[in-house]
């Protein structure tokens, strides 16, 4: 199983951006999946988690501007980034319990993407 996140890239302050996480592999399910975010010189953080059914959260810090949602049919989850501000600048990564063909099921994690928010 390969986690692929997507979407990255140089963003202005107040701008936007769309991120991407793609499961691929011998899976049977995909069940909860998550976002985490590292800034430099600081822990991971918990950007938000989505269930399979579509449920979301998010802890306060993240409320109102971010945004997840996820394609079950093509095992993508997005992060929808508005109004993104310098102090967004980080590594985003993220996380999936996938249930694989034939095998366990276990939290997988895909490599990271820049963001970087600056004028």
């Known amino acids: 199983v390969q986690l692929q996140a997507s979407g990255g890239g140089v963003v202005q302050p107040g701008g936007s951006l769309r991120l991407s996480c793609a499961a691929s592999g011998s899976i049977s399910t995909v069940n909860n999946m998550g976002w985490y975010r590292q800034a430099p010189g600081k822990e991971r953080e918990l950007v938000g988690s989505i269930t399979s059914g579509g449920r979301t959260r998010y802890p306060d810090s993240m409320k109102g501007r971010f945004t997840i949602s996820r394609d079950n049919a093509k095992n993508i989850m997005y992060l929808q980034m508005n109004n993104l501000k310098p102090e967004d600048t980080a590594v985003y990564s993220c996380?999936?319990?996938?249930?694989?063909?034939?095998?366990?099921?276990?939290?997988?994690w895909g490599q990271g993407t820049q963001v970087t928010v600056s004028s």
């Open positions: 996380n999936a319990d996938v249930a694989v063909v034939d095998g366990p099921r276990r939290y997988y």
